[in-house]
């Protein structure tokens, strides 16, 4: 967290800011500005009026048992958002378009080309359409590409031509069309390991996994048998269970699965002291903080 730090210096200047080996009297931490906070950690800070996440999900931190009644703030920000824009376009484009067996042709001095289809003969369906599914569908979009999205609600505000579906009955026809399943859902109980065998089963066969949520919404053993059976053709997966993601694992020598590590996006330095000013700020005068969690949706 010491990259932190210069951000802090200037945007955040009166913030007396401590890192975690010299919290010296918890008694006077106001804010806690963390990822991964070691367990019954906040529950020893009395005066605590502020969890700020470093990033958009927040279930590192809600899955300490003793977390305090605070409320939790997570990260929305414009460069997060186009970042994983980028990420999500690139995920999109190198398998639709071949990008990954060129790079392996290139290797071996081979000039093989492969079929090449116009963006709209493809579909993308996003299962998330929070700040930053809004962001990816936006881009595919520009590209070209036929996009969906899937919320927990109904969505309003987006372009005509993306189709919208919502809730668990209308999650079998969004599956239905999706050639390739962006996954952008935040980490709930709800969420967890929704990248089953039934929602591959669902996809047209052949279909394109990027998973950009969570490791946890991958049930991994139905991820490998889908590949494995045709079922999926691809897999691009960038967050995992166990992170680092352990050498012996399976998924680094599968053919067709590209491992990224945890690099979609990141959230500027500068954002997190500017969001965890003002959250403070408001949370001292009694508002409620822009971009807190909500406890009962837990994202
Ligand atoms: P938001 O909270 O803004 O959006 C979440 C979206 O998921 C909403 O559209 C919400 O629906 C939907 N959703 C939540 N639960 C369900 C459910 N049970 N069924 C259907 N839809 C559901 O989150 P962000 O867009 O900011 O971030 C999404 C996630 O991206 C983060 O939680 C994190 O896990 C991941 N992430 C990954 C990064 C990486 O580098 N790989 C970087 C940053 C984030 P509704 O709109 O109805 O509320």
Redesign the pocket.
């Known amino acids: 967290m010491a990259y932190l730090l210069p951000a802090f210096a200037e945007l955040f200047p009166e913030a007396d800011v401590r890192l975690q080996a010299a919290l010296g009297d918890l008694q006077e931490i106001d804010a806690a500005v963390c990822w991964m906070p070691p367990r019954g950690l906040l529950a020893r800070m009395p005066e605590l009026k502020l969890i700020q996440s470093i ?5 590192h931190i809600t899955a300490d048992p003793g977390l305090p009644a605070v409320p939790v703030c ?1 990260m ?1 920000d414009p460069d ?1 958002a186009a970042g ?1 824009a980028a ?1 999500v376009c690139w995920a999109v484009t190198n398998r639709q378009r071949h990008m990954y067996g060129y790079v392996a042709s290139a290797a071996e001095r081979q000039w093989r080309e492969q079929p090449v289809e116009a963006p709209g003969a493809h579909r993308v369906g996003i ?7 809004v962001r990816c569908a936006l881009a595919l979009r520009a590209i070209g590409y036929r996009v969906s999205g ?4 109904p ?1 309003s505000g987006l372009p005509a031509d993306i189709a919208l579906f ?3 009955a209308q999650r079998a026809a969004f599956l239905a069309g999706c050639d390739t399943l962006v996954c ?5 109980p ?2 967890h390991g ?1 990248l089953d065998a039934g929602c591959y089963d669902r996809l047209p066969r052949g279909a394109h996994l990027v998973n ?3 490791g946890a919404h991958v049930v991994e053993a139905d991820l490998l048998r889908a590949l494995d059976s045709g079922q999926l053709g691809y897999a691009t997966l ?2 995992f269970t166990e992170e680092p993601l352990p050498a012996d694992h399976p998924y680094w020598t599968h053919p067709r699965i590209l491992v990224t590590p ?5 959230t500027p330095a500068r954002a997190i002291a500017r969001q965890t000013r003002a959250n403070l700020a408001q949370i001292i005068l009694g508002n409620a903080a822009a971009v807190a969690v909500d406890p009962a ?1 837990g ?1």
Not at 55 to 59: C, F, R
Not at 150 to 153: D, F, L, Q, V
Not at 184 to 188: A, I
């Open positions: 990033a958009a999900g927040i279930d997570r929305v997060m994983m990420y299962a998330g359409l929070g700040a930053l599914g899937w919320s927990r609600g969505k919502h809730g668990d952008l859902l935040p980490y709930t709800e969420t929704i950009v949520g969570r960038d967050t945890h690099i979609a996006s990141r949706k994202y």
